[in-house]
């Protein structure tokens, strides 16, 4: 070996233990998680899109600032409390939990975690999911709230509801995520706890004035079409990166996620022609929806039949419910309940029937070093547990605090600015430009 070969050599050598501390980052799945955390948040004014087509054209711009306003006031919170509350240690008996180093996130700028990707990647994208629950709340009480009772309600849904149900469901020291509850996307976290908190408040602050006697029709149903197209794309964010990695797991995902939209689309399509002798885009939209909220929760757990069955059987009760609330007059808006509450409910319970073996036998085994045989009906019983916990505390705890922020500020409008519209009376623009607004 020559003097300058055992030069760089002699370099390596004294080197090694530096290159030793560094951190592995998958490159791989730092991408994937990077662009999943931008599908999720694209989804946001999808949602916007699809909620302020629904309205009348005098709420247009009210409504989807309901949405972006969220994309906001979240994101701090979530940088300032949410992330350490969400993934921090047990505290007041695992209420919530805790961790200084997450607190404004000052102390991961170096963070690597397992999965081998920078934890400010995995703190990002899981505070989409923070935006998007409080934004799907507020298409049950659409049209008739306030703006600034609505951003202190969100606020503190966010901080009060979601913290802790995250924490329950997906800390590793949470409740239910040690009781072996499955929520691979946010069926417990997001959909029944938005669905659950959108009903009470439409109960709380009632119907919008005139309805039901008076006909209230979408306003760009186009926009709506667009709205739920941009949804299913940024889904494919929202529950394939949900496997925190770029492989296996990722591909089932996303697999399951297209077949049960696709699944959800189709039956409310067929159903709707047999009862209602006509197939609608906007019941298209809601077959989309119903199959992808039926599916996040299983996403990683079941084989494309079962997202097929699920999507289907999503789409079905969904559409069931949407007629019993027609019929018992309560106005849940756009249907937040009706899709998001059902459908993440009918989730989380049926996938228990459509596990994939690999699955079961990862977990039996697992359960037999305790003593316990894993059952579909074990199972069952533990999803059954999350999911009642969900509704208890996201019903509840929304209930008191609608009543706090209409004592504080005020949540709904009166009835002479209902009248004028949200967008008039909250902001005084107007979404088309036009003069008299219906």
């Known amino acids: 070996m020559n003097k300058g070969n055992l030069t760089v050599f002699l370099l390596l050598l004294l080197a090694l233990p530096a290159f030793a501390g560094q951190p592995h980052i998958d490159s791989g799945a730092t991408a994937w998680m990077l662009t999943s955390t931008a599908l999720v948040l694209l989804m946001i004014p999808g949602l916007a899109l699809f909620y302020g087509g629904l309205v009348r054209s005098k709420n247009v711009l009210g409504t989807m600032m309901h949405s972006f306003a969220a994309m906001g006031i979240m994101s701090v919170l979530w940088m300032a409390l949410g992330y350490a509350m969400s993934f921090g240690h047990n505290v007041l008996g695992g209420w919530f939990g805790w961790n200084g180093n997450y607190f404004f996130l000052k102390g991961i700028d170096t963070s690597v975690l397992q999965a081998d990707i920078p934890e400010y990647v995995f703190s990002m994208f899981q505070g989409k999911f923070a935006i998007i629950t409080p934004?799907?709340?507020?298409?049950?009480?659409?049209?008739?709230?306030?703006?600034?009772?609505?951003?202190?309600?969100?606020?503190?849904?966010?901080?009060?509801?979601?913290?802790?149900?995250?924490?329950?469901?997906?800390?590793?020291?949470?409740?239910?995520?040690?009781?072996?509850?499955?929520?691979?996307?946010?069926?417990?976290?997001?959909?029944?706890?938005?669905?659950?908190?959108?009903?009470?408040?439409?109960?709380?602050?009632?119907?919008?004035?005139?309805?039901?006697?008076?006909?209230?029709?979408?306003?760009?149903?186009?926009?709506?079409?667009?709205?739920?197209?941009?949804?299913?794309?940024?889904?494919?964010?929202?529950?394939?990166?949900?496997?925190?990695?770029?492989?296996?797991?990722?591909?089932?995902?996303?697999?399951?996620?297209?077949?049960?939209?696709?699944?959800?689309?189709?039956?409310?399509?067929?159903?709707?022609?047999?009862?209602?002798?006509?197939?609608?885009?906007?019941?298209?939209?809601?077959?989309?929806?119903?199959?992808?909220?039926?599916?996040?929760?299983?996403?990683?757990?079941?084989?494309?039949?079962?997202?097929?069955?699920?999507?289907?059987?999503?789409?079905?009760?969904?559409?069931?419910?949407?007629?019993?609330?027609n019929r018992l007059g309560y106005d849940d808006s756009l249907d937040v309940f009706g899709i998001h509450g059902i459908g993440g409910i009918t989730g989380a319970l049926a996938l228990t029937f459509f596990i994939r073996k690999s699955w079961i036998e990862k977990t039996t085994n697992a359960l037999a070093a305790k003593g316990i045989a894993w059952s579909t009906m074990y199972q069952f019983g533990i999803q059954l547990t999350a999911v009642s916990v969900a509704i208890a505390y996201a019903g509840i705890a929304t209930f008191v605090l609608i009543h706090i922020v209409n004592r504080i500020t005020g949540f709904r409008l009166s009835a002479q600015e209902e009248m004028a519209g949200l967008d008039h009376s909250c902001h005084g623009e107007r979404a088309y430009g036009m003069l008299n607004a219906n």
């Open 135 to 325: 934004a799907l709340i507020a298409g049950a009480f659409a049209e008739r709230v306030s703006f600034k009772g609505y951003v202190l309600f969100i606020a503190l849904w966010g901080i009060l509801v979601y913290n802790p149900l995250c924490h329950w469901v997906w800390a590793a020291d949470g409740f239910l995520f040690k009781l072996g509850t499955i929520d691979f996307a946010g069926g417990t976290v997001v959909h029944i706890s938005s669905g659950i908190s959108g009903l009470v408040a439409a109960l709380y602050l009632g119907s919008r004035r005139g309805y039901p006697k008076t006909t209230i029709s979408p306003n760009n149903l186009v926009n709506t079409m667009l709205g739920v197209g941009l949804l299913w794309v940024g889904w494919f964010g929202f529950n394939a990166g949900s496997s925190i990695s770029s492989g296996l797991s990722t591909a089932r995902a996303l697999t399951a996620t297209q077949i049960a939209a696709a699944s959800g689309a189709i039956t409310w399509m067929i159903i709707e022609a047999v009862h209602q002798k006509k197939s609608t885009a906007l019941g298209f939209a809601s077959g989309i929806l119903a199959g992808l909220v039926g599916i996040t929760p299983a996403a990683g757990t079941v084989q494309p039949y079962g997202a097929m069955a699920i999507g289907g059987i999503a789409a079905t009760v969904c559409y069931l419910a949407i007629i019993l609330k």
